[in-house]
C-alpha cells in the first residue's frame, strides 16, 4: 500500500459546482498534513496546511479524520483558475524530511 | 525577493555525462531539498540540506551528490547521467514547514 494516496481523476466540473477530494495516508503516526496545488508544467506550492479541527480559507475547505486516517479538501464555487493538480503532503514524522507526496489529483473546471 | 531559482529549466544529457543543476534561494532558510518528479509518482527527496555544511540522503539518492558552502546554494550534481534520471528536478526552500519550490529543471538523458 502506498504511503499516500489519492485518487488521480480528472475531475471535471462546470464552474460553480463544488468538488471534494480525499487523500488516504497509511502512517497512523503522522503528524502535519498539507495540500498543495501545482499548475501544468509549474512547481508546487502550497495552499492550505491541514489541521485537527479542520480549516477554511476563502471557497477552501480542509478536514483531516484521524480514525479513517484521511485527509479531503473541499472546492466550493468553483472557478476556471481552479483547474490545476492538486497534492496531499503528510508529514510522517518531525523534520521535512519525512514528508511523503500523493501523485496528485487532476481537477479540470469548465465554463 | 527571487525566492528559489533553478538553472538550466531544460537539459539533454547523453548517458554518461555528468552535469550540475544548479539552485539558490534569496531568504535565508536555512533548510534546502531536492526531489524528483516522475509521472504517476509523487515527489521523490533525494537529498536535503539543514545547514550550510551539512547535507543527508533522501529517500533516492543513488547517482546524485550535493554541496551546501553557502546557506543561498544548493546545487544537485549528476555524476553519470542514465535514462532513468530523465525526470523534472525541483529545488525546495522550506520555513515553518512550508516548502518554497523552484520552478524546475526538466532533464532528459538519452
Known amino acids: 500500500r502506498k504511503e499516500v494516496e489519492q485518487d488521480p481523476g480528472p475531475f471535471n466540473v462546470p464552474e460553480g459546482a463544488t468538488v471534494a477530494f480525499n487523500c488516504t495516508y497509511s502512517?497512523?503516526?503522522?503528524?502535519?498534513f498539507f495540500w498543495y496545488r501545482q499548475d501544468c508544467r509549474k512547481e508546487p506550492k502550497l495552499l492550505m496546511s491541514?489541521?485537527?479541527s479542520g480549516n477554511e480559507d476563502g471557497r477552501f475547505t480542509a478536514q483531516l479524520n484521524r480514525a479513517s486516517q484521511y485527509i479531503s479538501l473541499l472546492i466550493r464555487d468553483s472557478k476556471l483558475s481552479d483547474s490545476a493538480t492538486y497534492l496531499c503532503?503528510?508529514?510522517?514524522?518531525?523534520?521535512?524530511?519525512?514528508?511523503?507526496f500523493g501523485t496528485g489529483t487532476r481537477l479540470l473546471v469548465s465554463p | 525577493n527571487a525566492g528559489v531559482t533553478q538553472t538550466p529549466k531544460f537539459q539533454v544529457l547523453k548517458t554518461g555525462q555528468s552535469m550540475t543543476l544548479q539552485c539558490a534561494q534569496d531568504?535565508?532558510?536555512?533548510?534546502m531539498s531536492w526531489y524528483r518528479q516522475d509521472p504517476g509518482m509523487g515527489l521523490r527527496l533525494i537529498h536535503y540540506?539543514?545547514?550550510?555544511?551539512?547535507?543527508d540522503q533522501g529517500e533516492v539518492p543513488n547517482g546524485y551528490n550535493v554541496s551546501r558552502s553557502t546557506t543561498e546554494d544548493f546545487p544537485l550534481r549528476l555524476l553519470s547521467a542514465a535514462p532513468s534520471q530523465t525526470s523534472v528536478y525541483f529545488c525546495?526552500?522550506?520555513?515553518?514547514?512550508?516548502?518554497?519550490f523552484g520552478p524546475g529543471t526538466r532533464l532528459t538523458v538519452l
Open positions: 502512517n497512523s503516526a503522522s503528524q502535519s
Open positions: 525546495a526552500s522550506i520555513e515553518n514547514n512550508e516548502q518554497f
Open positions: 491541514v489541521y485537527s
Open positions: 531568504m535565508n532558510h536555512e533548510y
Open positions: 503532503v503528510v508529514n510522517g514524522n518531525t523534520g521535512f524530511q519525512k514528508l511523503v
Open positions: 540540506s539543514v545547514g550550510a555544511g551539512i547535507t
